[in-house]
């Protein structure tokens, strides 16, 4: 009944949802500037991430293109850069190497960061995969791909990288935004929560590539809600899960050449551009909404997640549920080995 509900309505968002989105203003008109922030993108060679990263570029950040071949970020750099300067810029950008389907590509990426002592106002997990009707894979560490690519990755970096947020807004006395955005999907809403017992897919026998995207994006909003519970009201940094809208960019390109020319001649007219895409994350990252800004009330769990409206939302039950939020929190510290100085304790409200 549950999964039916989930189904209907993520339908229903697909073919409606450019009537819905249709006093959404336009990227560039979405949020507040971004001038001296620094900000990490994570996949920002393609769809989403790229129309986000470039935004903030456009803003006057400086951003790192934080992605997994150094050849298409030398690309987008290259690009963005020549934008800037042709509109009498000065674009501040950066390429580095990360996989975030690899744990130690993530610490290689989060201990040079600390060794530079580099500040860090906004995080954009954005990187992710969907490999539609693909067989199971495995990352590196022997993680379902979905769940390590789209979770467990991304867990380890926030983590990694968060004493330098929580530094940066101290020093910052809150004048600049200090946030963690992490790029979900309303498809999370079709989980029927995790498999505490099996959360590889290792003992099922027929395995769902949609199935398991569905649960890594549940498992992030799991989180986004979990790192409120713990982090203190008035650590100045906001954390928010978003669903960008169902957007036309490469994240079919797992299926075989004719069914993506099929569904993409087909979902066209009813799917977002990137740009269209791209506007709630950087409406999470920069605007001064008090819900994304006031003490304590961007540290509500009730307040973790924005549509493609940019509008504070509900998720699926499961990602409020306080007990599922720790025994998420525990199991992904114990599969990343999370260092115990990088941990953070359950609260008591947790
Ligand atoms: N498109 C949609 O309708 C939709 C809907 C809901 C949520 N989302 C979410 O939005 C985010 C962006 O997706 P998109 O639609 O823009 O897809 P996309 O066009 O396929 O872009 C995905 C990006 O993630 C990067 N990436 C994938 N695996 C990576 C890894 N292991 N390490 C580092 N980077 C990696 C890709 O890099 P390469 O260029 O190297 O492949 C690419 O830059 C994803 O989290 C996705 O789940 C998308």
Redesign the pocket.
């Known amino acids: 009944m549950e999964l039916f509900g989930g189904l209907i309505a993520v339908t229903v968002d697909v073919f409606l949802q450019k009537l819905h989105l249709r006093n959404v203003p336009a990227l560039a008109d979405i949020g507040a500037p971004a001038e001296g922030c620094t900000c990490i993108v994570?996949?920002?060679?393609?769809?989403?991430?790229t129309e986000t990263a470039a935004t903030l570029v456009r803003r006057n950040a400086h951003v790192v293109l934080a992605?997994?071949?150094a050849e298409?970020g030398e690309k987008l750099r290259k690009q963005l850069y020549e934008e800037g300067i042709k509109a009498g810029r000065q674009p501040s950008l950066e390429v580095q190497l990360?996989?975030?389907?690899s744990l130690d590509s993530i610490r290689r990426f989060a201990k040079s960061w600390h060794e530079q002592k580099r500040p860090l106002h906004m995080l954009i997990n954005?990187?992710?995969?969907?490999s539609m009707g693909a067989d199971r894979s495995r990352t590196e560490e022997g993680f379902e791909a979905h769940m390590g690519?789209?979770y467990l990755g991304p867990f380890l970096l926030t983590m990694l990288l968060l004493p330098n947020l929580r530094q940066t807004a101290k020093k910052n006395n809150h004048n600049k935004p200090v946030r963690i955005v992490n790029?979900?999907?309303k498809?999370h809403e079709l989980a029927p929560g995790v498999d505490k017992d099996d959360p590889h897919f290792q003992a099922q026998r027929s395995y769902s590539s949609l199935a398991a995207y569905n649960r890594s994006?549940l498992a992030q909003v799991v989180f986004t809600a979990e790192l409120r519970r713990r982090l203190p009201g008035d650590c100045g940094i906001a954390v928010t899960a978003v669903?960008?809208?169902?957007?036309m960019?490469?994240?079919v390109?797992s299926l075989p050449a004719l069914m993506q020319t099929a569904y993409r001649f087909f979902m066209r007219p009813f799917c977002l551009s990137?740009a269209e895409?791209a506007r709630s994350s950087i409406y999470c990252a920069t605007s001064r909404d008090p819900i994304l800004t006031e003490r304590g009330q961007s540290m509500e769990p009730d307040n973790c997640y924005f549509g493609s409206d940019c509008r504070c939302s509900s998720p699926s039950p499961h990602a409020l549920d306080p007990a599922l939020g720790q025994w998420l929190w525990k199991w992904s510290a114990d599969m990343v080995k999370l260092p115990v100085e990088y941990n953070i304790p359950a609260s008591s409200s947790s």
């Open positions: 994570t996949g920002p060679t393609s769809g989403i991430g992605c997994r071949s298409r990360l996989d975030v389907a954005n990187a992710g995969i969907f690519t789209n790029v979900s999907s498809m994006k669903h960008p809208g169902e957007v960019t490469d994240v390109r990137p895409g």
